[in-house]
């Protein structure tokens, strides 16, 4: 089975930064596609950003030009550098997997997992 676990989030000021972490493992024979979603209390789960296995990235208007996405390809780790914090970037963070490479030897090619999320919190 994949594992993703997500790391980083915390409470900082408005204008302040928080990199957030994002590691999937379990099958060594995947590579995995990783993207960023946010949700506020009671509302879907929104996009954030994204990058390809060939380092394509995309983000919501929202956050164009304060976060960055990055990635460790050798680690299948994925990070979020999230600057100019707003008191609306507060929720929380969740990181998604989505199995490909390979598909005859990555069993779990095009299966999405996602991970328990991480609260991110910005205060005025």
């Known amino acids: 089975q994949v594992q993703v676990v997500e790391s980083g989030g915390g409470s900082v000021q408005a204008g302040g930064s928080l990199r957030l972490s994002c590691a999937a493992s379990g099958y060594t024979l995947c590579r995995y596609a990783m993207s960023w979603y946010r949700r506020y209390p009671g509302k879907e789960r929104e996009f954030v950003s994204a990058?390809?296995?060939?380092?394509?990235?995309s983000y919501a208007d929202s956050v164009k030009g304060r976060f960055t996405i990055s990635q460790d390809n050798a680690n299948d780790t994925v990070y979020l550098q999230m600057n100019s914090l707003k008191p609306e970037d507060t929720a929380m963070y969740y990181c998604?997997?989505?199995?490909?490479?390979?598909?005859?030897?990555?069993?779990?090619?095009?299966?999405?997992?996602w991970g328990k999320g991480t609260l991110v919190t910005i205060s005025s």
């Open positions: 998604k997997a989505r199995a490909g490479g390979a598909r005859i030897l990555c069993p779990y090619y095009g299966f999405d997992y």
């Open positions: 990058i390809d296995s060939e380092g394509i990235t």
